[in-house]
């Protein structure tokens, strides 16, 4: 398969010139009223390439960028607590809870990761008393934590319908009929700090090569780091942050229910800085815990996460590769 992602450039990373490849932009307004043109683009991207950038500067989805600077403020307290803190917290299951540095494989052989996580599901924060971190379990921290699951809920809908449309799909046949809202799901929200690492000479570095086993990974970040290797290609490259615009991936789920005719992209994340803290967050849009996929193989793949996410990464990227 010959790449179709365009290199826009060069920078230097840990000693070499590596690529920064460039997407196409997507426009949320216009899939929100499905405008057939961009119906269209929509579809192409996950056909060719599994991510895009989605551009939020409008008046539909300035609200989303937003809510992420007020979880971004949650985040920085949250994770400036002392360790004990967090550690009380602790990992309930894969998709709720606290990890610190260094629970999974690093980007690098023989490094461990470089980055803390803190998770809460969209099932979790609906609860009457929701399971969060006591230092940021207050009215305005459950707020914050709830607009932001319930914002990127909406985007992944809205994008999950215009594929629907512009693939054909009626009735229980559409994408959204498998991510149904008042149904359980692993749909989770993922809040990381990655620590200041040298990959030349640090043991925590970054964020192991992975597809994601989710249907759409919604991600917001504002700093350098998320790297890529677009189908066809053999290189990993940068990816440019944009204001205002988030960053969208095909994960595995989708690509399996499309029967195979969307792209799930392999990622990491790498300091790119080495001397700076970088926060991101994901949003994992995930389908119906009931949900059976088949995947490339033609094996069964059940939707639910049971084990630790580094396995199911790993796994995943065996699938995709």
């Not at 979880?71 to 360790?83: C, G, Q, T, V």
């Not at 909406?154 to 999950?160: E, R, T, V």
């Amino acid at each position: 398969m010959a790449p179709l992602t365009e290199v826009t450039g060069r920078v230097e990373w840990n000693g070499k010139q590596v690529p920064v490849y460039d997407m196409e932009t997507i426009d949320f307004s216009a899939i929100l009223s499905q405008e057939p043109a961009e119906l269209d683009k929509l579809l192409q991207c996950c056909k060719d390439e599994g991510f895009f950038y989605l551009d939020l500067n409008n008046v539909d989805g300035r609200r989303f960028i937003d809510d992420h600077q007020e979880l971004l403020k949650l985040m920085h307290r949250f994770f400036e607590a002392p360790i004990e803190v967090k550690n009380e917290y602790g990992l309930i299951s894969p998709h709720l809870g606290y990890e610190p540095v260094g629970s999974r494989n690093g980007v690098l052989e023989d490094t461990r990761d470089g980055y803390e996580m803190v998770k809460v599901s969209r099932d979790e924060i609906q609860r009457e008393s929701p399971h969060i971190p006591r230092n940021i379990k207050n009215s305005t921290d459950l707020k914050t934590l709830e607009n932001a699951i319930s914002g990127n809920n909406i985007i992944g809908k809205a994008i999950l319908a215009a594929l629907s449309t512009a693939s054909g799909l009626t009735g229980t046949k559409r994408f959204e009929n498998l991510h149904r809202n008042h149904r359980p799901s692993t749909s989770t929200l993922s809040m990381m700090h990655y620590i200041p690492s040298n990959p030349s000479k640090d043991g925590n570095v970054g964020h192991q090569k992975h597809t994601d086993i989710s249907s759409l990974t919604i991600l917001f970040t504002e700093q350098w780091g998320l790297q890529i290797r677009p189908p066809g290609t053999k290189e990993f490259g940068f990816v440019e942050p944009k204001r205002g615009q988030a960053i969208i991936n095909v994960g595995d789920s989708l690509r399996f229910a499309s029967e195979h005719t969307f792209q799930s992209c392999i990622h990491r994340v790498v300091p790119y800085d080495y001397t700076e803290h970088r926060y991101s967050v994901a949003y994992f849009l995930r389908a119906e815990d009931e949900t059976m996929f088949q995947d490339s193989e033609g094996r069964a793949k059940p939707v639910t996460v049971e084990k630790g996410n580094n396995d199911v990464k790993v796994a995943a990227v065996e699938v995709s590769a």
